[in-house]
């Protein structure tokens, strides 16, 4: 692009009213400094990702290659980001931002590059893949085109009843498989007597329903949802979310749900994952990161959503980013953002801003107002622990990302700390 | 105000097929004006391409197509025009972007050789100049370095960028009707930002009519002065957007308005929902269309399953087409649909 500074109607002051060297703002040590949590990893977190990268060899894929070959793609560098039992995580960014990359890794449907990914307390980066039938029964994925996820040829029976029989979790024609696929039926809103239909008889919805009793066949603790909803219309839109919901809380799932619709990912997560360029430059609870973002991409995402609501939709605060996502073949440097960013500086260009710990208590040094009250303290579904444990206020935080105390996750259980990863983070109304 | 510049009244389209008649669009009627948009909401099946069709003469005439009704631009009307002429006016005088970009762009051309043909057609100038044009078309919707970017492949572009140049083909001949289906469901909330507010900038520069079909109320508040609900082919409400979304008339509507999640809103609790789904248009229900679905059917009597009710003037300019009475209507509304906002 060539001029690739956004537009804003309310366009804020270029400069902003933080000097660029103030000495709260963390360093920046290296390319990118991940916190890891070193406290004791306690029993109700499920996931724990650390560090995780993907790159996909240059020349793969369909968008590589008629762009400069070399790299390759780093789909996913150095994300880190923990998943307590029982709780959402919402992950959103535009197209291309690694958010199904990072929902393959998890399932280990594709192989990490680096870092690790810990399920249930164990490491699973690495499994053989003959050591891999056990996860994908604790691991399931709902994907978003309920079209052509189901076998057309095969009936509602066989399908869900396939991921059972692969498992060995019931013998081929028995009573018991039979009565296992009635049951998930049920649970899904279909009618048990539909065993025998095949896919075409059915409506998006439906399809939709069939997705998710196959993923639920062999009751996974983890189901990542990638867009389960995008395909469908408005109102069967909100029946699978009702029923996502009513899962979460019937058989205590852990949900990873990726979405385009953020108005969507506000309902379902207890957390939120902003991702840009294969990196997470923001991630809060739901209420913070909606009510007060601190980083200018999520600003940009949030004023871009329409309202439905046409007086308080067009007197918003309109940022308006020009062009597209860059490419993750060659990504911009040092803040993958500086492009788009209307707030760049020089040193946006030069040193990339780690994801620090923005919390109330944390380096802002003031805590925006209201935050403590609105954070959601408990996961919605039920969760073995209850009521997480709040991290203790404690003295500003002013030294580098990356020393205990701060975590890319918050304690384990609890609401997220919240972490953003720019050099001039800055609370905007955008909704 | 002046004469609507796209007059609809009673359009029906259906289509015969071995299963059956498909009534998909039955007794539409609506009008644009120029510089105003109409926001034709739906889900999908309930007729709003084929209405978009319509209109642009796209739909093959046969046996298997009957159009009813009448389409006047202008004045002319298109259902009984010839297809030549039909065709010129597309692309003279209307225009038409399409929600996948690349099904309008041909793969193996370049997007400027695609602009300057689809402008050589309706202006005699040398191809010289109609690649200056077709280049400032390309800036015009915001592509960087458009004289490059002229001898791209469609591949070449992203997703956003293929929606701005089929765009600028749209808008290379100044069409006084733009007609949008969809064009901004596959794109990123970012880019359809962008692409939102180009349409309403060359709404503003050529006084453009547009119609904005989407199933996106957000869309519609965003960008609609008018709005018409469309369920099984036919108008279920129609108004100006600041009277639907602020006081909805219709059951349909309702459902739409408090099934979708807002960004503004952290509810905790279940979603309203719709229960089934729209019906096949070759069994559309008799009566109401809506009836199997509507939680207030037993309230408006049993005509709602044998009579189709009359699209009447709720308020003056808002028409809703429902046998509740008026203040049955007013009352669930004020009790259950908009203190739920
Ligand atoms: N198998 C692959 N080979 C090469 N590149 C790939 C492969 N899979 C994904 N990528 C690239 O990795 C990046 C991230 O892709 P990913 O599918 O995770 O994005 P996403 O955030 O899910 O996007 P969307 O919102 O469009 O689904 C993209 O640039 C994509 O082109
Ligand atoms: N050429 C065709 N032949 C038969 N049926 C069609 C044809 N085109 C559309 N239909 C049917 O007409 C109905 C309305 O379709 P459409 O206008 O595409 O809906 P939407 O509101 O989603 O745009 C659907 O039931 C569709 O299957
Ligand atoms: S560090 Fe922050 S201010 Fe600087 S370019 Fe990145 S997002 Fe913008
Ligand atoms: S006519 Fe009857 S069924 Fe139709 S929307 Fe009105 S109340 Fe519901
Ligand atoms: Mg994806
Ligand atoms: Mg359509």
Redesign the pocket.
């Known amino acids: 692009m060539t001029d690739n500074h956004p537009t804003t109607e309310d366009r804020p002051a270029a400069t902003d009213d933080r000097p660029v060297a103030t000495d709260d703002r963390p360093v920046a040590t290296d390319d990118r400094p991940v916190a890891i949590d070193d406290r004791p990893v306690a029993v109700d977190e499920l996931v724990r990702v650390d560090r995780l990268t993907k790159v996909f060899p240059a020349g793969q894929g369909t968008f590589g290659r008629r762009r400069g070959a070399g790299a390759g793609v780093r789909a996913v560098d150095g994300i880190s980001f923990s998943i307590a039992r029982g709780a959402t995580l919402g992950l959103v960014g535009e197209s291309g931002s690694g958010k199904s990359t990072t929902g393959r890794l998890l399932s280990r449907l594709l192989d990490p590059t680096a870092g690790t990914v810990t399920f249930d307390g164990r490491d699973i980066t690495r499994l053989p893949s003959r050591q891999l039938r056990p996860l994908r029964r604790d691991i399931q994925m709902i994907f978003q085109d309920p079209y052509s996820s189901l076998n057309p040829r095969h009936t509602i029976g066989a399908i869900i009843a396939a991921p059972l029989r692969v498992q060995g979790l019931a013998s081929d024609s028995g009573q018991a498989m039979r009565a296992r696929v009635r049951e998930l039926l049920e649970l899904v809103g279909l009618n048990p007597e539909h065993y025998n239909r095949y896919p075409h008889e059915f409506s998006g919805g439906q399809r939709q329903r069939v997705g998710i009793a196959r993923a639920l066949a062999t009751r996974p603790k983890l189901v990542i949802a990638d867009e389960p909803v995008s395909a469908l219309d408005v109102s069967i839109r909100a029946q699978i979310i009702n029923l996502l919901d009513d899962l979460r809380a019937e058989l205590g799932l852990t949900y990873l749900f990726i979405a385009h619709d953020l108005s969507m990912v506000r309902h379902l997560s207890d957390t939120v994952a902003v991702m840009y360029l294969g990196q997470i430059v923001e991630i809060a609870d739901r209420t913070t990161l909606f009510e007060h973002s601190l980083h200018p991409y999520t600003h940009a995402l949030l004023s871009a959503v329409p309202i439905p609501d046409p007086a308080s939709t067009r007197q918003r605060d309109r940022i308006r980013l020009h062009g597209d996502v860059p490419s993750p073949r060659n990504p911009p440097s040092a803040c993958r953002f500086h492009p788009r960013c209307w707030k760049a500086q020089d040193i946006c260009r030069t040193e990339a801003p780690p994801l620090a710990d923005r919390s109330p208590a944390g380096s802002l040094g003031s805590s925006p107002a209201g935050l403590a009250d609105t954070a959601p303290t408990e996961p919605r579904g039920p969760s073995p622990t209850g009521r997480p444990d709040t991290p203790p206020p404690g003295p500003p935080d002013t030294t580098p990302a990356g020393r205990p105390g701060t975590s890319a996750t918050g304690s384990p259980g609890g609401p997220p700390r919240h972490q953003v990863a720019c050099h001039f983070p800055e609370e905007r109304t955008v909704i | 105000m002046s004469a609507p510049f796209l007059q609809v009244r009673d359009l029906s389209v259906r289509?015969t097929?071995d299963d059956g008649v498909?009534r998909?669009?039955d007794g539409l009627s609506f009008d644009v004006h120029r510089g105003r948009t109409l926001g034709i909401v739906?889900?999908?099946?309930?007729?709003?391409?084929?209405?978009s069709l319509a209109i642009m003469g796209l739909?093959r005439r046969g046996r298997?197509?009957s159009i009813d009704g009448q389409i006047r631009l202008d004045g002319e009307d298109l259902v009984t025009a010839s297809s030549a002429r039909v065709r010129a006016l597309r692309g003279q005088r209307m225009a038409m972007i399409f929600q996948d970009p690349l099904s309008a762009l041909h793969p193996q051309f370049t997007v400027g050789d695609q602009i300057v043909e689809a402008y050589r057609v309706h202006h005699r100038v040398s191809r010289a100049a109609a690649r200056r044009r077709a280049a400032e078309l390309l800036e015009l919707v915001g592509i960087p370095e458009p004289s490059r970017r002229l001898d791209d492949y469609p591949h070449q572009f992203s997703g956003g960028m293929r929606q701005r140049a089929m765009i600028a083909m749209a808008v290379s001949c100044d069409p006084a009707l733009l007609i949008a289906?969809e064009p901004t469901t596959a794109l990123d909330v970012t880019v359809q930002a962008q692409i939102l507010d180009l349409m309403r900038d060359l709404q503003r520069e050529f006084d453009t009519a547009i119609i904005l079909?989407t199933h996106d109320l957000g869309v519609v508040a965003e960008l609609g002065d008018d709005v018409l609900v469309?369920y099984a082919?036919q108008v279920m409400e129609h108004g100006s957007v600041a009277d639907v979304f602020a006081r909805p008339e219709h059951p349909y509507t309702w459902g739409l308005l408090q099934s979708v999640t807002r960004l503004d809103e952290q509810r905790d609790d279940r979603l309203r929902t719709i229960p089934g789904a729209p019906p096949?248009?070759i069994t559309v229900p008799p009566g109401c269309p809506f009836h199997p679905r509507c939680a207030y059917r037993e309230q408006a009597g049993p005509a709602t399953g044998t009579v189709r009710p009359a699209l009447v003037e709720a308020a003056p300019g808002h028409r809703v087409a429902c046998h509740l009475p008026a203040e049955v209507r007013q009352r669930i509304r004020a009790e259950e649909v908009t203190p739920a906002r």
Request: proline share 0%.
């Open positions: 289509f097929t498909v998909a669009v739906g889900e999908s099946g309930s007729g709003k391409s084929v209405t739909h298997r197509v289906d079909i469309m082919g096949s248009l």
